[in-house]
């Protein structure tokens, strides 16, 4: 067929040997492999040269000119990430300003209760309300005072990091 | 007595260990010293890869933005090298499937079976050619073949991977990327093969 008078045994080797030879040419054969693959190349004449042929090839591969870097890539990403980095940091340390500017807050607004208790015996008579109903009042209010101090650092957070700004 | 060489080595070994460790903590210097070091490597992996200088160098940014951001979950007992090549696959890979889906498929050109079929010993005008060293149109050819082709034949010769790296950094079975660097040469030299008959070779 080819001209090499090869037996079926031979061509079946052959072809179980087609995979090994590219990759005995990249270099990345294991021993065993690799033995079998030279094995092989001794007594057939088209791999050696297929072998051959594939060796040149994966050494134009290596050879290959090495591009470089810009010179200034390494500084520019430098500065990319040191920019990423300080909007972080100053994120951090807005939520963190935030967070204490709302526990602030919600400490003033607790620390109102015994006043409002002192305006208790006042508003009972003035508006004929039961104990337990002024007590729904106050905690009502409280509740609604902490809840408006967590929208607005919401809402302040939220305008901090659209606008980029820090505190 | 230490020699002067195994001293630098060791403290180079060292100061690189050092400098992931301080990589975890997300310490600007310590990527630094890494971005300097693997800087031509990275750049080149990605030239190959997307092949447009300004995209290779926009790429190469956003490995190391994705460095700085995951470096708290980097395991300092893998290796930083792949580790780094995964990071830079997967940005490469995402913005090929964006820009251009065809060129990642792996179609063999009609050539390849006839050469695979029956080695030629017919005198090799390629063998020749090559022995010439003109590389040039070796890179050529690779330029233009699919980006999984590209990516393996520059992972083995060019950053000199064995097939356990490279299967890590594609996070591929060993089975696979033997495959993909077996078809990748053999399409090469159809590609190469064709273009000399044809007299395309430039
Ligand atoms: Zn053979």
Same mark, same amino acid.
């Given at each position: #067929?080819n001209?090499?008078? #090869?037996?079926?045994?031979?061509m079946?080797a052959?072809?179980e040997? %087609?995979?090994?030879?590219?990759?005995a040419a990249?270099?990345?054969?294991?021993?065993?492999?690799?033995?079998?693959?030279?094995?092989h190349?001794?007594?057939?004449?088209?791999?050696?040269?297929?072998?051959?042929?594939?060796?040149?090839?994966?050494?134009?591969?290596?050879?290959q000119?090495m591009p470089? +870097?810009p010179?200034?890539?390494?500084?520019?990403?430098?500065r990319?990430?040191?920019?990423?980095?300080?909007?972080q %940091?100053?994120?951090? %340390?807005?939520?963190?300003?935030l967070?204490?500017? +709302?526990?602030?807050?919600?400490?003033?607004?607790?620390?109102?209760?015994?006043?409002?208790r002192? #305006?208790?015996?006042?508003?009972? %008579?003035?508006?004929?309300?039961?104990g337990?109903?002024l007590t729904?009042i106050?905690?009502t209010?409280?509740l609604?005072?902490?809840l408006?101090t +967590?929208?607005? +650092?919401?809402i302040?957070?939220?305008?901090f990091?659209?606008?980029g700004?820090t505190? | 007595?230490m020699?002067?060489?195994?001293?630098?080595? $060791?403290?180079?070994?060292?100061?690189?260990?050092t400098?992931v460790?301080?990589?975890r903590g997300?310490?600007?210097?310590?990527i630094a010293?890494?971005?300097?070091?693997?800087?031509?490597?990275?750049y080149?992996?990605m $030239?190959?890869?997307?092949?447009?200088?300004?995209?290779?160098?926009d $790429?190469f940014?956003?490995?190391?933005?994705?460095?700085m951001?995951s470096a708290? *979950?980097?395991?300092?007992?893998?290796?930083?090298?792949?580790w780094? =090549?995964?990071?830079?696959?997967n940005?490469?890979?995402?913005? $090929?499937?964006r820009?251009q889906?065809e060129s990642?498929?792996?179609?063999?050109?009609?050539?390849?079976?006839?050469v695979d079929a029956?080695?030629s010993t017919?005198p090799?005008?390629l063998?020749q !050619?090559?022995?010439e060293?003109?590389s040039?149109?070796?890179a050529?050819a690779?330029?233009?073949?699919?980006?999984? =082709?590209r990516e393996?034949?520059?992972?083995?010769?060019?950053?000199?991977?064995? !097939?356990?790296?490279?299967?890590?950094? !594609?996070a !591929?079975?060993?089975?696979?990327?033997?495959?993909?660097?077996?078809?990748?040469?053999? *399409?090469?030299? *159809?590609?190469?093969?064709?273009k000399?008959?044809?007299g395309?070779?430039s």
């Open positions: #067929m001209g090499f008078g #090869m037996d079926d045994l031979d079946k052959h072809s040997i %087609r995979e090994l030879l590219t990759l990249a270099g990345v054969l294991d021993a065993a492999e690799q033995r079998q693959v030279e094995e190349l001794v007594q057939c004449e088209a791999c050696r040269a297929e072998f051959q042929s594939l060796g040149r090839l994966t050494g134009a591969l290596q050879k000119i470089q +870097a010179r200034s890539l390494v500084q520019q990403t430098r990319i990430l040191e920019l990423r980095l300080q909007a %940091r100053d994120r951090r %340390r807005s939520y963190f300003f967070g204490a500017l +709302a526990v602030l807050g919600w400490t003033f607004t607790l620390l109102n209760w015994p006043l409002l002192l #305006m208790d015996g006042p508003l009972i %008579r003035a508006f004929n309300l039961s337990t109903q729904w106050w905690t209010y409280i609604a005072a902490w408006g +967590a929208l607005a +650092a919401a302040l957070g939220k305008r990091q659209q606008e700004r505190l | 007595m020699s002067p060489l195994v001293e630098t080595m $060791l403290g180079a070994t060292l100061s690189f260990e400098e460790t301080r990589l997300g310490d600007m210097d310590a010293t890494l971005m300097q070091r693997y800087q031509h490597r990275l080149r992996y $030239l190959r890869m997307v092949r447009q200088p300004a995209t290779a160098e $790429l940014q956003q490995t190391w933005i994705r460095v951001e708290g *979950s980097y395991d300092p007992r893998r290796s930083f090298e792949r780094l =090549f995964a990071i830079a696959h940005l490469a890979i995402d913005h $090929l499937r820009r889906p990642l498929d792996e179609e063999l050109p009609s050539g390849e079976t006839r029956t080695p017919a090799d005008v063998a !050619l090559l022995a060293e003109r040039t149109f070796v050529q690779v330029a233009e073949m699919p980006a999984t =082709f393996v034949l520059t992972l083995r010769f060019e950053e000199e991977m064995k !097939l356990e790296e490279i299967a890590e950094v !594609l !591929l079975p060993l089975g696979m990327v033997k495959t993909r660097l077996h078809r990748a040469l053999k *399409s090469l030299q *159809s590609v190469l093969r064709t000399l008959e044809t395309k070779l």
